[in-house]
């Protein structure tokens, strides 16, 4: 039965299992440390307005230049940061760094909003509000250009002390952006309850358009029913002309994916902007 089965299982000495096990403390442990030592690096991927094809602003995305293992990916450590009570840390420093940037590229008067990962962990952290104004003010960016995207994978929006705090974000002026649409369990109910502006259909909707009927008919209604209720669209993993041109047909507004352009360092990202711009953000 299945207690047998368990009790064979727990009894089964697997190396692969206990390296990884081992691999993931050890990660842990120098989490705080990386931030320290600047292993902590934030990438930015461009974010397309589709009425322009211009940067409108870009997503700050978490990477860790471990000094033995190289490149580690936000999969490999984010969710253990959330359980560990670190991802406050990582989260101030990935939004410092974005901030930082947005307001260098908005100083040569080019309109660039960045959008931060925000973990359902941090929502009812009464610590949030503050440390969001406190960066805002540290780099004076105006509030409306800072898009914090939620997901909706947890039950948060039934938590009344998250949902105060995304009120209190959007009362601010912080944009917000329900990230991974399509792919959580109440997508409807969050689209009536969160004040965001914005959603992002999820890459798995995405990421077969040029190919898939199904997807197409899906994502086209999306769409519609966001822009009826006056959000706007962003669909992430465009990796093909096709997919772009299906989305332009569809109305979408933005697109980011790794045919517009791959997540990269903020030199290589301000490289991409008009030169007035790239000069002053430098
Ligand atoms: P996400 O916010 O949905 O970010 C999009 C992910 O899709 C990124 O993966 C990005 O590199 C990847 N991507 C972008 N375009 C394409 C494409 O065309 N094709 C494919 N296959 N993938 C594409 P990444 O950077 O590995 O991040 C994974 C997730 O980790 C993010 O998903 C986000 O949920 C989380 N994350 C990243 N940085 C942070 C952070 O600073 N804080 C928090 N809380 N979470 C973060
Ligand atoms: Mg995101
Ligand atoms: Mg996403
Ligand atoms: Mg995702």
Not at 73 to 98: K, M
């Amino acid at each position: 039965d299945e207690a047998a089965k368990e009790g064979l299982r727990c009894a089964t000495f697997d190396p692969a299992t206990l390296e990884d096990a081992q691999w993931k403390l050890s990660l842990l442990g120098r989490l705080d440390q990386a931030i320290e030592r600047g292993e902590i690096w934030v990438a930015y991927q461009p974010k397309i307005d589709l009425a322009n094809d211009r940067i409108i602003g870009a997503e700050a995305l978490a990477r860790w230049k471990h000094p033995e293992k190289g490149e580690i990916f936000p999969s490999q450590f984010i969710v253990a940061a959330e359980r560990s009570g670190r991802i406050e840390n990582l989260t101030a420093h990935v939004l410092d760094s974005a901030v930082g940037l947005a307001a260098r590229i908005n100083r040569s008067g080019y309109t660039f909003s960045i959008a931060v990962n925000l973990s359902a962990r941090l929502l009812d952290k009464p610590g949030l509000i503050g440390m969001v104004e406190q960066t805002l003010a540290r780099h004076a960016l105006p509030a409306g250009l800072l898009i914090l995207e939620v997901t909706e994978t947890t039950a948060m929006a039934s938590q009344s002390e998250s949902f105060a705090n995304l009120e209190r974000l959007s009362a601010m002026g912080v944009q917000l952006s329900i990230d991974d649409y399509g792919t959580g369990l109440s997508t409807l109910e969050y689209l009536k309850k969160i004040p965001a502006g914005e959603i992002k259909i999820d890459r798995s909707f995405v990421g077969m358009l040029d190919k898939s009927q199904g997807d197409r008919i899906m994502v086209h209604s999306t769409i519609q029913l966001a822009h009826s209720l006056g959000r706007k669209v962003v669909a992430e993993g465009v990796e093909n002309a096709a997919t772009l041109a299906e989305l332009r047909r569809m109305q979408c507004d933005f697109v980011q994916g790794y045919h517009t352009g791959r997540p990269m360092p903020a030199p290589a990202l301000i490289n991409q902007l008009p030169v007035n711009a790239r000069e002053t953000a430098a």
